[in-house]
């Protein structure tokens, strides 16, 4: 729907909206590779752009198949399908997703106008996941 | 001057650090924010006030946008109300501003000012704002006006909460505000509900105590289903004293108003869509002097009641035909307007008075073509043609032509040039109705022929522009003080104006921007110059704002010569938790902000004041 005139003439605004998939890859890149569990963290998500940016990084290893993944980044529940993903924990691009899947862990969503990031402390104790000094500052005791 | 430094260099202390998440999360909020769907280069010289920019100025109402605005000085009314005055023009003159909250356009039919109903508008609901100066796209339909506000409100996926704020300051005003948005599957609604206290300095005259405290309610309610349609509703309540009131020496009175409208907006495929409005706004006004009201009719009347209202009716059809390089929009619509006086009584009498036409219809079509001549360069086409008919079988038709050219000269230079054929057509308060003069319903249109040019050069994080233009009124409508009336002037009416502006990034959290404009024109009843400086930190858990508004001396349309004005605001906010937020902000510090003269004073729009806030979002 961007006009024409947008789309000529904001260079840098449209640098900026160009960059979103990249920097929301970015910050989750960021989180990932500052969490560890007891395996080789490879992330499968459902969102096809933000794999794909995924898969650029030099940090994180990906996959194309939830059912290899150790770690499962997700926009929609009803993504996933296969029971041997449903045990994984999941990072969740939408608040209201900690609430509905138990084995989510943490959260990257928007709130107040603002890009947000929370880390649930029993979950990630449950899960055996640890996570680096950086993230500790979102780390929160329950799901509002 | 110090002062100054001292804030620059505080400044520069702030950047460096590295990229950690909390950073790649502000700059991921950035590069997010909504004005870079919304804002239109093609539409005018444009000013945006993002999210980031109106939290941290702590901007609770409109007026605290508009004041920043140049070629614009804000002034206090005679009734306590406030409006824009365009650079070296009076209050009286006929300079409308339009004000739309996403596409639809607040009513002014009444008062033909909307920003005298709306100045205190709170804006908790809004994401940002964006104005657009000299050149309105004609995209935006409805009559034209000098200067177009778009307010855009909050992107309910983007809030997902509820948040509340309350507010007192030191002169005993108090102020509660509610924002509730969500997002449900396809669905989602924005809820705003507003209440507030205004308290302002009272003034004493020889005859008088003039106050301008009141109280105001505002409510607005939107509900939308993805690409499918939106269905907005806004109301609005405020009743405040007289203040100066129409005589010189008011003893008691009140200005009461009430709008409300509802707004629809059905999206079709292929960039169609409808848009239907109805709203009907009150206003009443109680005024009571010592000595005498001037009123044309009767003369001595010591006591003015009246009430009139107006609704209004708009239809409009828009289709978007996007091909390569090409974008063309077409649009019509339709709008009438219904003015009816419920009241007008002196002295407790009813006056029968012969007032003006009271029935407007005005059928509207418009297009407008964007062609990219390549990546770098754009030309603009428009045009529209607006026929008015009103209930005196009076009617004309006017229109308008545009043409813009835009370019990227190269990675630094950016330049815009505008052209536009354009008219004001008179409103109903100087056609149809007036409590306090005559009103002349033989006023034509007056036409405008506008130029102006801008030059943007941005290199690193430092953006420089240089605006100048020129503009032509024919028949312009003037109030002549001897027929006590609004009158076409025969004679034409031009002014040239220049503008210049710096905005620096220190970096994500920390900016300045500095502004400078002047017009050129035979005579000033307002300031011919001003300059404006902002100022925008973050330290740790801290946000900064300082604000500084120059206006210069003026001699008003009376012959009182006013000083010059000194505006200078600075907000803290502190951010307690992710709940909770603390904003202190003192306004008009130096208490020395541009004055009006009212009644022999010198009144200042902006109080001197202190204003405690506590935010709190669940």
Redesign the interface.
């Known amino acids: 729907m961007k006009t024409v005139s947008i789309l000529f003439f904001l260079t840098i605004a449209l640098f900026a909206s160009d960059n979103k998939d990249i920097m929301r890859a970015q910050i989750l890149e960021k989180i990932i590779s500052n969490i560890s569990i007891n395996e080789t963290v490879t992330v499968w998500s459902d969102n096809k752009e933000l794999l794909a940016e995924l898969k650029k990084s030099t940090h994180i290893i990906t996959s194309n198949d939830c059912a290899k993944a150790t770690v499962i980044i997700l926009e929609n529940k009803e993504k996933i399908h296969d029971d041997a993903c449903k045990n994984k924990p999941v990072f969740v691009l939408e608040y209201n997703l900690l609430k509905e899947l138990p084995k989510s862990f943490g959260a990257f969503f928007w709130k107040k106008g603002r890009p947000n990031i929370v880390i649930i402390e029993p979950r990630i104790e449950s899960q055996n996941i640890s996570v680096s000094k950086e993230l500790k500052v979102y780390v929160e005791e329950k799901v509002w | 001057m110090r002062f100054l430094v001292f804030l620059l260099l505080l400044t520069a202390l702030l950047f460096s650090e590295e990229l ?2 909390e950073n ?2 502000k ?6 924010e909504l ?3 919304t ?4 539409a005018g010289h444009v000013t945006v006030f993002s ?1 980031s920019d109106l939290d941290k100025m702590q901007a609770y109402t409109l007026n605290d946008v508009l004041k920043t605005l140049r070629f614009f000085t804000l002034q206090t009314r005679r009734n306590g109300m406030t409006t824009l005055v365009r650079s070296g023009e009076s209050q009286m003159s006929s300079s409308p501003v339009k004000v739309y909250i996403n596409s639809h356009e607040l009513n002014s039919a009444t008062l033909g000012n909307v920003l005298v109903q709306y100045g205190k508008m709170g804006l908790y609901f809004i ?1 940002h704002i964006e104005v657009y100066q000299s050149g309105n796209s004609v995209t935006f339909g409805n009559e034209p006006g000098t200067m177009l506000i778009k307010l855009y409100t ?2 309910p ?5 509820t ?1 509340t704020q309350a507010s007192v300051d030191s002169l005993g005003s108090i102020t509660l505000q509610g924002v509730d948005a969500k997002k449900f599957d396809n669905y989602s609604y924005l809820a705003n509900v507003d209440l507030r206290k205004n308290n302002h300095k009272d003034y004493t005259t020889t005859n008088s105590e003039l106050s301008r405290d009141g109280a105001r309610g505002q409510f607005y309610f939107k509900f939308s289903k993805d690409s499918d349609y939106d269905i907005e509703v806004g109301a609005t309540q405020e009743k405040y004293d007289i203040f100066g009131g129409l005589g010189t020496a008011t003893i008691d009175g009140h200005t009461y108003t009430q709008d409300i409208y509802t707004h629809l907006t059905k999206y079709f495929e292929n ?1 169609l869509k409808i848009m239907l409005t109805t709203s009907h706004e009150n206003f009443e006004i109680y005024d009571k002097d010592s000595i005498a009201i001037p009123i044309p009719t009767v003369p001595f009347q010591t006591q003015l009641n009246t009430e009139v209202s107006t609704e209004v009716y708009s239809a409009i059809i828009e289709k ?1 035909f ?1 091909d390569g ?3 063309l929009s077409l649009g019509a619509q339709f709008k009438h307007q219904k003015f009816k006086i419920n009241e007008y009584k002196t002295d407790g009498i009813d006056r029968a008075v012969a007032w003006g036409p009271k029935d407007l219809d005005i059928y509207m079509i418009y297009a407008e073509n ?1 062609y ?1 001549i390549n ?2 360069h ?1 030309i ?1 086409l428009s045009a529209k043609m607006d026929y008015y008919e009103n209930e005196f079988s009076k009617s004309s038709t006017e229109h308008i032509l545009r043409a813009g050219y ?1 370019a ?1 000269l190269d990675d630094e230079w ?1 330049f815009k040039l505008f052209v536009m054929d354009s008219y004001l057509y008179p409103t109903f308060i100087q056609t149809t109705y007036s409590p306090n003069y005559n009103v002349n319903p033989d006023l034509e249109s007056s036409d405008i022929l506008l130029l102006t040019a801008e030059m943007i050069y ?1 290199k690193d994080n430092t953006t420089f522009g240089f605006g100048v233009g020129r503009n032509e009124t024919d028949n312009a409508v003037v109030f002549n003080m001897s027929q006590n009336k609004y009158v076409n002037d025969t004679e034409k009416n031009s002014f040239e104006l220049i503008f210049a502006n710096i905005e620096h990034n220190f970096d994500i959290d920390n900016k300045i921007k500095i502004e400078y404009f002047k017009q050129y024109r035979e005579a000033y009843y307002s300031p011919r110059f001003g300059a404006s400086l902002q100022l925008f930190n973050t330290v740790g858990k801290f946000d900064f704002y300082n604000e500084l508004i120059y206006r210069s001396e003026y001699t008003s349309i009376d012959g009182v010569d006013m000083a010059e004005g000194y505006d200078y605001s600075l907000g803290a906010i502190y951010k307690l938790n ?1 709940q909770t937020e603390l904003k202190l902000k003192a306004e008009n510090i130096l208490d020395k902000a541009s004055k009006t003269s009212i009644s022999g004073i010198d009144v200042s729009t902006t109080d001197r004041r202190v204003l405690l806030t506590m935010e709190y ?1 669940f």
């Open positions: 950690s998440l790649l999360l700059e991921y909020k950035s590069s997010e004005y870079h769907d804002k239109k280069e093609s999210r994401d909050k992107e996926s983007r809030e997902n909460s948040s960039n978007k996007i390089n090409n974008e964007l990219n990546k770098n754009l603009s835009i990227l950016k941005s992710k979002t």
